[in-house]
């Protein structure tokens, strides 16, 4: 059964860091890109982010509001894939959720509050 | 970027009764490779997003058949045979054909 499960959000205060962990069970990770995406209270679904299998050259790709300011990275040793955010801006509030590359697997979502 | 439109916004549904549920591309999903990478997905309230269609109308496992996916090109239409009360939640279309990936601004469907 595939598992992805969320961790690491937070209250930080603006212009802050923290850094989100999936750790994924279920299927081959070493060979899956994966996705950050996230979702604002109330609001819809917004792609953050992806990161291409080290098969695949191991690159991210960004949405244009979050580069520069964070960071997708794995380690597929433990099936985990990480976002490192910086610069954080109250519109980075929302609950973040990771997802296979296809998406067609989605964890629970862990939440990021931004606020002074 | 890719804009997805959706239409309706909100859709409310007699059981039993057929939802419609359509999204359109600012330009082709047809991706290189002959493939057209536009999916669906269904959030339930209070729950993670789920994948219902994959490449216009590949049901997931586990999707009922009253999920049907189809379209071409720009367009593109999820349908719902007959609505069942497990299936109120927001619906997104979402294309993975180019980055960044964009979804839809979700589709709410709700018994009348």
């Known amino acids: 059964e595939v598992q992805l499960v969320e961790s690491g959000g937070n209250l930080v205060k603006p212009g802050g860091s923290l850094r989100l962990s999936c750790a994924a069970s279920?299927?081959?990770?070493?060979?899956?890109?994966m996705n950050w995406v996230r979702q604002a209270p109330g609001k819809g679904l917004e792609w953050v982010g992806r990161?291409?299998?080290?098969?695949?050259?191991?690159?991210?790709d960004y949405a244009a509001l979050v580069k520069g300011r964070f960071t997708i990275s794995r380690d597929d040793s433990n099936n985990t894939v990480f976002l490192q955010m910086h610069g954080l801006e109250t519109e980075d509030t929302a609950l973040y959720y990771c997802?296979?590359?296809?998406?067609?697997?989605w964890g629970q979502g862990t939440l990021l509050t931004v606020s002074s | 970027d890719i804009v997805m439109t959706q239409t309706p916004l909100s859709s409310p549904v007699t059981l039993g009764q057929p939802a419609s549920i359509s999204c359109r591309s600012s330009?082709?999903?047809?991706?290189?490779?002959?493939?057209?990478?536009l999916s669906w997905l269904q959030q339930r309230p209070g729950q993670p997003p789920r994948l219902l269609i994959y490449?216009?109308?590949n049901r997931f496992s586990g999707v009922p058949d009253r999920f049907s996916g189809s379209g071409a090109g720009t367009d593109f239409t999820l349908k719902i045979s007959r609505v069942e009360a497990e299936d109120v939640g927001v619906y997104y279309c979402?294309?993975?054909?180019?980055?960044?990936?964009?979804f839809g601004q979700g589709t709410k469907v709700e018994i009348k």
């Open positions: 997802t296979t590359g296809a998406a067609d697997y």
């Open positions: 279920g299927f081959p990770f070493s060979r899956a890109s």
């Open positions: 990161i291409k299998s080290k098969s695949d050259g191991g690159t991210a």
């Open positions: 330009q082709s999903l047809v991706h290189s490779d002959g493939n057209t990478y």
């Open positions: 490449k216009i109308s």
């Open positions: 979402v294309q993975g054909t180019q980055f960044p990936r964009t």
